[in-house]
């Protein structure tokens, strides 16, 4: 079976203290961390055992997981393991980079987010062309802020010709045609992100092919779906497993419509849907 999991454990501790982020500055008390850290190693030790399956991972922490030891430590080990096509976690990039020395480049991508004002420019930019030194395959993105523009554009210049940059919506912000156009001059691609998918009775790959999973083995089709479909350790959600639309009236979340079937983002990812990394790179056109 080919099995694509979206984990998402108890961390909700992050380093940053984004305006735009519910979990800014959370600080995760010693127990909840050890929580966090058993029940990444139970995933962990689960997911190495599924050799009869092929199995691509996303890691999608409330807070900021590589600056943990166990995170980084996960990635690198499911990285080397053959039945794992691909191994990926969304990062703000504030830790070292030297552990991924030990990782299957191959195998470990990395979704990557600048917020500007939370780490001086140059460090993040550095850590990104370290990235792309070290052959790691990476996508770099920003939150479609009025504010963020400059830094958007500065990013877009600085970064290597070959990585991409993508441009979330803000939530909560609407854009008409005028302001929508330079962050689509900067990503060809941020009309997907622009305005919410209708997706009530939709196909979509999520309950199928896709699931969400928590740090206690609950199975749920997504993030934003609370029905379960069974616990992943007991096996009872593989009985689960099956096409089914999508019941909420939409969805705004790239880990969430990249999934729909009537969009052709599967196509446009193809090979890096997990990490956000386009098959081609998206044609700019200046503005």
Partial sequence: MDLTLLYRGPLASCDYDCPYCPFAKRR??????????????????????????????????????????????????????????????????????????????????????????????????????DLARRGVRFSVGIVGLPEHLPHARRLRADLPEHVYLWVNAAEGHTYDDASAAPWTALDPLFPYSRHPHASAGLPCRTGESVVSVDGDGTVRRCHFVRAELGNLYDGSYRTALRPRPCPLAVCDCHIGYVHLETLPLYDVFAGGVLERVPARMPVMRPV
Avoid: M
């Avoid at 058993?38 to 995933?43: G, P, Q, T, V, Y």
């Fill in 28 to 129: 995760d008390s010693p127990e909840q961390l050890r929580t966090d850290r058993e029940c990444l190693e139970r995933f962990a030790g689960w997911a190495a055992d599924q050799t009869g399956d092929r199995l691509s991972v996303l890691f999608t922490p409330w807070g900021e997981g590589l600056v943990r030891s166990w995170y980084r430590r996960t990635l690198t080990e499911l990285s080397r393991l053959p039945h794992i096509r691909r191994v990926a976690i969304q990062t703000n990039l504030s830790c070292r980079t030297d552990w991924l020395a030990d990782a299957d480049l191959d195998t470990l991508a990395l979704w990557c987010t600048y917020h500007p004002g939370q780490t001086p420019y140059d460090r993040f930019l550095a850590k990104c062309r």
